[in-house]
């Protein structure tokens, strides 16, 4: 769907406004949602624990998943156990999480509020929901919103004629927007940050995500970035938005050739014998964090391994105030909580 929904071919035109009447339906219904909840006429459940929920106003490719990352591990780096819970898409969102924050309790289910008792059962002290803006079901301590600032080129529209779930009016129920750069320039950046502020007049942070390491498919060794200098690399990537992948390589390799396969696809073994021809031609592969939990499986031992790229989570600005109002979150005083988890938490910090 991203072709329809940012291309500028008269293809892509005509699949928009075919869609038009189908988001116009999509835009209603979220908005009459979004009052029922906010009016109290569709309950809402509180968690065992506190909570910080983490979503975008887009479908994918914002970095939500970096950026819950990040909170969970500045939560476990303060000595507390998060409890990390997503929905749940057969495994990618959830072996990144687990291999970015060790400590965490990762919980995928439908269900927020059984995922929340059972993070809290296993010892979980503070809990991040990844993907969480629309789940109004659920009450939160804090509500982090995301936008990406490559996510301004795309379709006005709600879905399905653009990327939208929401108007940019609902950045009014942020309690913080965080706005994610991934190879988007300054001039972008600023223009993302003024219609935040005047959509919905919340702090406003600004993150982004860089490639910090390679790491090798199978044997885990990790590399820098700067071997693919001058190199020729091919770019796999089943995520929301892979153009945004190959960019982000571009800053370091002489040429990127991408393969791309749709958001959270189930590789097979012709997936990946596609890949190993197309690696003929280049130097080096190199995959996504939540594909590679999916092709270790697959991946041939005699052939030579993929590089897995991971991004981490750089503050360029805001980055005091995102930390104070993690910190308001559970209280107040993380370094403290540790000491106050016996009147706080159900479980004591593992």
Known sequence: MIWIWRARTPGARLARLALLPAAAVFHVTAGARAKAYRSGWLPSSRLPAPSVAVGSLAVGGAGKTPLAA??????????????????????DEADVHRRAVPR?????????????????????????LDDAFQRLDVRRDLNVAVVSAESLDAAPWTLPAGPWRESWRALRRADLVVVTVKSAGE????????????????????????????????????????????????????????????AQLR?????????????????????VARMLSAAKE????????????????????????????????????????VERALSAAVGGDVTGMTRRRGSIFTSPVC
């Open 282 to 321: 280049v130097d080096y592969v190199v995959v996504t964090a939540k594909d590679a939990s999916k092709l270790r499986g697959l991946w041939p031992r005699d052939a030579a391994e993929p590089l897995v790229a991971e991004l981490e989570v750089v503050w360029q600005e805001g980055h005091k105030e």
């Open 251 to 271: 800053e370091y390799a002489a040429t990127v050739a991408l393969l791309a396969w749709r958001d959270h696809h189930r590789f097979v073994r012709a997936d």
């Open 187 to 246: 001039a972008r950046v600023r223009a993302t940050i003024e219609r935040v502020r005047a959509a919905g007049r919340r702090p406003v942070a600004v993150a982004r995500l860089r490639l910090a390491r390679l790491r090798g498919l199978l044997s885990e060794r990790e590399r820098v970035p700067a071997e693919l200098v001058g190199s020729r690399v091919l770019a796999g990537a089943g995520i929301a938005d892979p153009e945004a992948f190959a």
């Open 104 to 128: 965490a309790v990762v919980i995928e289910h439908a269900d927020r509020v059984r995922a929340a008792r059972r993070a809290v059962a296993r010892g979980a002290d503070v809990l991040v």
């Open 70 to 91: 990040w909170i969970a591990g500045y939560y476990a780096r303060s000595g507390l156990t998060p409890g990390i819970l997503l929905r749940g898409y057969g495994g």
